[in-house]
């Protein structure tokens, strides 16, 4: 899934004059974005690979008993689990590779996570809806080849979508062609053949299905990682590309938002409600840091009553990157999240927390209690950004005496240096942070920002001088949510509208194939009436009239007349062909509804033929076994565990079939989504 910027490898293509779809981006551009998804193509690659060996090599420690071959095995699982741990940390470097993602401007900002595109394989639907338009809909499969090559086309230029608007409506034209194409060709009562295969973003394990579901799910997590990259390549350097980032952010963990919401049991970690619910607070709190940029970017005045909003602000911003890294060290994301995100996450929360409190020390040592100033305003201003004050003190005695002022003050830059070193430390802790040289030149200068203060303030020997800063209240005028994606804005047209009207003409829907009917008319009249909308169906059937002894029955559809389509043809049209021949006969095409078969199993499962269960065959398994206590739940064997703590005990998460064919012989189908289950908690 390669990508390309715009403004250095291909613009967006213009949609042709039909306006099916747009093209993607070249795949083969060379810029640094395709460079990195090109790189995370060859990754998955050489991660799938060695899941394929540890599956082996599990499967044969487990069926013999030969100690010889047992040590050989395990020997070669610890190389195969150290190789897995090199190629995850490979990928975790790519996922921080956020220079590529950022404005080319000349900036001086932290920068800000993005996150990269699933990748995947192509699909091939030719012959499946080929078979299924003969089959079900008893049409020439021949004359739907465009319309099949259409769909195909769309879905693979959403493989290297443009990192802007229209990338973003493409991926969203496609995702509702998808709701088009699963009510035409995915019966609830089968499954279609066609395999999709999604690589998690995270960990570059593949996960294959044959439900459509897996590639709407994967759809919506595209899209909303094209929003955060959109959201980082904003110019953080004026106010329109800061507001464009915290709309961008905020889209992105709307979409995120949806995802965990509607799609409660995805196979993949990364689309995991537990790892969802991360992601839309690390949008959230991205979104909010460009929100104080944009307060402070036309410059902070050193005054009373702005140092005190600011202070508030930036503790806001603090209090979110600390909630998202205590979400990031919980099980099980802790496990499978970037650790340089992590880290990120405490650089951030102990950096923007010693800014706030070098914003109250300057308060505390620049601005002392004037006869003109309102002094009831200011200790209302100054009581605010407290929880308690340390004992001894109140907010008008340290407003109005000088001494205690100094002290306070000294005491918050005391406690913003040591934020400050908390930061860089982490930073220099990290490997991937310490190559960023833009996060340690901002770490740096506000490091030694607060260090100048702080020598500036005269010394004093007293004890009262090594008073504790109290924690600052975070408070913030701009409130950050979620904004839930709006699809109705994307116009699309169904690519197989020629099948008729969707209400009628659905794979949920059977009938009997088309007959063929001679109208004749008897004394002016059809010895019938029409009803119902498109398409139009027989009512109050003579039984006596030649067309009812030609096989005519009540309720019947009509599909042509004359030879012409009137699938999408209302009941005065459709009288009018009548009219239109006089007294002639006709012929008429009808077909006749049959009941539908029972819908399937609506739980989740991988699609897994001869192999160990994956993630959502064990959350399968738990709720089958909550339904029905009398049945024995299978063995609920673990996802991927990456470490070598959990090795001995780990399933192999590979979840591609071993033979297509086999799919024929597999007793119980399930399908791989529950569509808005109330047992949604998988942790």
Same mark, same amino acid.
């Given at each position: 899934?390669?990508?390309?910027?715009?403004a250095r490898?291909?613009?967006?293509?213009?949609?042709?004059?039909?306006g099916?779809?747009?093209?993607?981006? !070249?795949? &083969?551009?060379e810029?640094?974005?395709?460079?990195?998804?090109?790189?995370?193509?060859?990754?998955?690659?050489?991660?799938?690979?060695?899941?394929?060996?540890?599956?082996?090599?599990?499967?044969?420690?487990?069926?013999?008993?030969?100690?010889k071959? +047992?040590?050989?095995?395990?020997?070669?699982?610890?190389f195969?689990?150290?190789?897995l741990?090199?190629?995850?940390?490979?990928?975790?470097g790519?996922?921080?590779?956020v220079e590529?993602?950022? !404005?080319?401007?000349?900036?001086?900002?932290?920068?800000?996570?993005?996150?990269? &595109?699933?990748?995947?394989?192509?699909?091939?639907?030719?012959?499946?809806?080929?078979?299924?338009?003969?089959?079900?809909?008893?049409?020439?499969?021949?004359?739907y080849?465009?319309?099949?090559?259409?769909?195909?086309? *769309?879905?693979?230029?959403?493989?290297?979508?443009?990192?802007?608007?229209?990338?973003?409506?493409?991926?969203?034209?496609?995702? *509702?062609?998808?709701?088009?194409?699963?009510?035409?060709?995915?019966?609830?009562? +089968?499954h279609?053949?066609?395999l $999709?295969?999604?690589?998690?973003?995270?960990?570059?394990?593949?996960?294959?299905?044959? !439900?459509?579901?897996?590639?709407?799910?994967?759809?919506?997590?595209?899209?909303?990682?094209?929003?955060?990259?959109i959201?980082?390549?904003?110019?953080?350097? /004026?106010q329109?590309?800061?507001e !464009?980032?915290?709309?961008?952010?905020? #889209?992105a963990?709307?979409?995120?938002?949806? *995802?965990?919401?509607?799609?409660?049991? /995805?196979?993949?970690?990364?689309?995991?409600p537990?790892?969802?619910?991360?992601?839309?607070?690390?949008?959230?709190?991205? %979104?909010?840091?460009?929100?104080f940029e944009?307060?402070g970017?036309?410059?902070?005045?050193?005054?009373?009553?702005?140092?005190?909003?600011? /202070?508030?602000?930036?503790?806001?911003?603090?209090?979110?990157?600390?909630?998202?890294n205590?979400?990031?060290?919980?099980?099980?994301?802790k496990?499978?999240?970037?650790?340089?995100?992590?880290?990120?996450?405490?650089?951030?929360?102990?950096h923007?927390?010693?800014?706030?409190?070098?914003f109250?020390?300057?308060?505390?040592?620049?601005?002392?209690l004037?006869?003109?100033?309102?002094?009831?305003?200011?200790?209302?201003?100054?009581?605010?950004?407290?929880?308690?004050?340390?004992?001894?003190?109140?907010v008008?005695?340290?407003?109005?005496?000088k001494v205690q002022?100094?002290?306070?003050?000294?005491?918050?830059? #005391?406690?913003a240096?040591?934020y400050?070193? =908390?930061?860089?430390?982490?930073c220099?802790?990290?490997?991937?942070?310490?190559?960023?040289?833009?996060?340690?030149?901002?770490?740096?200068?506000?490091?030694k920002?607060?260090?100048?203060k702080?020598a500036?303030?005269?010394?004093?020997?007293?004890?009262?001088?090594?008073?504790?800063?109290?924690?600052?209240?975070a408070?913030? =005028?701009?409130?950050?949510?979620?904004?839930?994606?709006?699809?109705?804005?994307?116009?699309?047209?169904?690519? $197989?509208?020629?099948?008729?009207?969707?209400?009628v $003409?659905?794979?949920?829907?059977?009938?009997? %194939?088309?007959?063929?009917?001679?109208?004749?008319?008897e004394?002016?009249?059809?010895?019938?009436?029409?009803?119902?909308?498109s398409?139009?169906?027989?009512?109050?059937?003579?039984?006596?009239c030649?067309?009812?002894?030609?096989?005519?029955?009540?309720?019947?559809?009509?599909?042509?007349?004359?030879?012409v389509?009137?699938?999408?043809?209302?009941?005065?049209e459709?009288?009018?062909k $009548?009219?239109?021949?006089? =007294?002639?006969?006709?012929?008429?095409?009808?077909?006749?509804c049959?009941?539908?078969?029972?819908?399937?199993?609506?739980?989740?499962?991988?699609y897994?033929?001869?192999?160990?269960?994956t993630?959502?065959l064990?959350?399968?398994?738990?709720? =089958?076994?909550?339904?029905?206590?009398?049945k024995?739940?299978?063995?609920?064997?673990?996802?991927?565990s990456w470490?070598?703590?959990?090795?001995?005990?780990?399933?192999?998460? *590979?979840?591609?079939?071993?033979a297509?064919?086999?799919?024929?012989?597999?007793?119980?189908?399930?399908?791989?989504?529950? &569509?808005?289950?109330?047992?949604?908690?998988?942790?």
């Amino acid at each position: 899934m390669t990508d390309a910027l715009p403004a250095r490898g291909c613009p967006p293509a213009e949609p042709p004059e039909d306006g099916y779809f747009r093209k993607g981006c !070249n795949p &083969l551009a060379e810029t640094g974005r395709s460079k990195l998804q090109n790189q995370r193509a060859v990754l998955n690659q050489q991660i799938l690979r060695a899941v394929r060996m540890r599956a082996g090599a599990e499967n044969l420690l487990r069926a013999t008993t030969n100690n010889k071959v +047992r040590e050989q095995v395990l020997l070669e699982l610890s190389f195969v689990n150290s190789d897995l741990q090199i190629l995850k940390e490979e990928l975790e470097g790519l996922n921080i590779s956020v220079e590529v993602y950022q !404005n080319t401007e000349e900036t001086f900002s932290i920068p800000l996570v993005p996150l990269g &595109l699933k990748e995947t394989k192509e699909v091939d639907f030719t012959l499946p809806l080929k078979d299924f338009i003969l089959e079900h809909y008893s049409e020439d499969s021949s004359e739907y080849e465009d319309e099949i090559a259409d769909l195909m086309d *769309l879905r693979q230029a959403c493989r290297t979508p443009s990192r802007d608007e229209a990338g973003i409506e493409m991926l969203i034209s496609y995702f *509702l062609q998808l709701g088009y194409v699963e009510n035409r060709f995915f019966p609830p009562t +089968r499954h279609m053949g066609v395999l $999709f295969t999604w690589y998690d973003s995270f960990t570059g394990v593949p996960v294959c299905q044959q !439900n459509l579901l897996l590639e709407k799910a994967s759809i919506l997590f595209n899209i909303g990682a094209l929003y955060t990259q959109i959201g980082t390549r904003c110019n953080r350097q /004026t106010q329109a590309g800061l507001e !464009n980032a915290v709309d961008a952010f905020q #889209r992105a963990a709307g979409v995120l938002s949806y *995802l965990k919401e509607t799609f409660t049991h /995805t196979p993949s970690y990364d689309m995991s409600p537990a790892m969802l619910n991360v992601l839309v607070k690390m949008m959230l709190a991205q %979104a909010q840091e460009c929100v104080f940029e944009q307060i402070g970017l036309p410059g902070i005045r050193n005054e009373f009553f702005t140092l005190v909003k600011m /202070t508030q602000e930036v503790a806001k911003v603090g209090e979110v990157y600390m909630l998202v890294n205590t979400a990031m060290n919980q099980e099980p994301v802790k496990e499978n999240i970037p650790y340089s995100w992590s880290k990120l996450a405490q650089i951030k929360s102990d950096h923007y927390k010693a800014l706030a409190h070098y914003f109250i020390a300057t308060i505390l040592c620049d601005h002392e209690l004037q006869s003109g100033d309102d002094e009831d305003q200011q200790e209302k201003a100054l009581s605010q950004l407290y929880d308690h004050i340390p004992e001894g003190l109140m907010v008008l005695t340290v407003l109005k005496d000088k001494v205690q002022r100094k002290q306070l003050g000294k005491a918050h830059l #005391r406690k913003a240096i040591v934020y400050h070193e =908390e930061a860089l430390r982490v930073c220099g802790l990290c490997k991937k942070l310490r190559n960023i040289d833009v996060l340690q030149e901002v770490l740096t200068a506000a490091h030694k920002r607060s260090l100048l203060k702080y020598a500036q303030q005269e010394t004093e020997d007293d004890f009262l001088s090594l008073i504790q800063a109290p924690d600052i209240l975070a408070k913030t =005028e701009h409130k950050i949510e979620t904004i839930a994606p709006q699809f109705s804005k994307v116009k699309v047209k169904d690519f $197989f509208h020629r099948l008729g009207p969707l209400t009628v $003409f659905s794979a949920k829907q059977r009938w009997t %194939a088309p007959r063929t009917i001679r109208i004749h008319h008897e004394a002016g009249e059809l010895g019938f009436s029409l009803k119902g909308g498109s398409p139009v169906q027989i009512y109050c059937l003579d039984p006596a009239c030649s067309a009812a002894s030609m096989g005519l029955k009540e309720g019947d559809y009509i599909v042509s007349v004359g030879g012409v389509d009137c699938k999408w043809l209302g009941v005065n049209e459709v009288l009018e062909k $009548f009219k239109s021949v006089g =007294e002639q006969p006709i012929e008429i095409e009808v077909i006749s509804c049959q009941d539908t078969a029972a819908s399937m199993h609506s739980k989740s499962a991988t699609y897994s033929v001869g192999m160990q269960k994956t993630y959502s065959l064990i959350c399968l398994a738990m709720e =089958e076994d909550k339904i029905d206590q009398t049945k024995k739940a299978p063995l609920k064997l673990p996802f991927l565990s990456w470490g070598t703590k959990n090795r001995q005990k780990a399933a192999s998460t *590979l979840c591609l079939p071993s033979a297509v064919a086999g799919s024929s012989q597999i007793k119980k189908k399930l399908s791989p989504f529950t &569509l808005l289950n109330t047992e949604s908690s998988l942790y």
